[in-house]
């Protein structure tokens, strides 16, 4: 061990920070306590009615319109006040807030224009119209012999095909001997 001679470390206490307080747009900072009391110094730095001559006290300032870097803090409601309280707060949204608005609104947006799409598909496509005449189908004959059967002359026997089974609400080509089926015109 050693046998240096330590010096005594002065001990300084610390300065506190007071403690923050929610204030109006009235409040007039004081003096920190133990101050000196120099009312020139307070004067220039706060300008009051005692400051400036003949002048009368300010009215209330309104608060400003666009949104302040720090956040606002709504005055304590009154009874009956708290849905002005709350209204008075704007909304501030993170960056995830923001993220899922945005992917909000294009799912919407999204669904709005499909929605359109197949309203307007429905509307424009082409309907098969009955004709009026119908068939009974007989044992052992397929809907494409009905279907060229029905075809005029020309005419694509596959297009008919499909406006049969449109017509008839057929899934595939099967059907049943007995079954009736309108033609397309």
């Known amino acids: ?90 909304l501030r949204l993170t960056a995830r807030g923001v993220l ?12 709005v224009v499909v929605g359109l799409g197949a309203g307007i598909g429905a509307i424009a496509a082409p309907s098969v119209e009955a004709s009026g005449a119908t068939v009974v189908v007989a044992p052992g004959e397929s809907l494409w012999a009905v279907a060229s059967a029905a075809a005029a002359p020309g005419e694509d026997v596959r297009d008919v095909v499909a406006q049969i089974a449109e017509l008839n609400g057929l899934r595939g080509e099967s059907v049943a001997a007995g079954q009736t089926l309108q033609l397309p015109r």
């Open 1 to 90: 061990m050693s046998a240096l001679p330590l010096e005594a470390v002065p001990v300084v206490p610390r300065r506190t920070r007071p403690r923050l307080q929610v204030v109006g747009p009235e409040f007039v900072p004081q003096p920190p306590l133990g101050a000196p009391e120099d009312r020139s110094a307070r004067t220039a730095l706060v300008p009051g009615p005692a400051a400036v001559p003949h002048a009368r006290p300010a009215a209330p300032v309104a608060a400003p319109s666009r949104p302040s870097a720090r956040p606002s803090v709504a005055a304590p409601a009154v009874r009956g006040d708290s849905l002005r309280a709350t209204a008075a707060a704007p």
């Open 100 to 111: 899922a608005l945005r992917a909000l609104v294009l799912g919407i947006a999204l669904l």
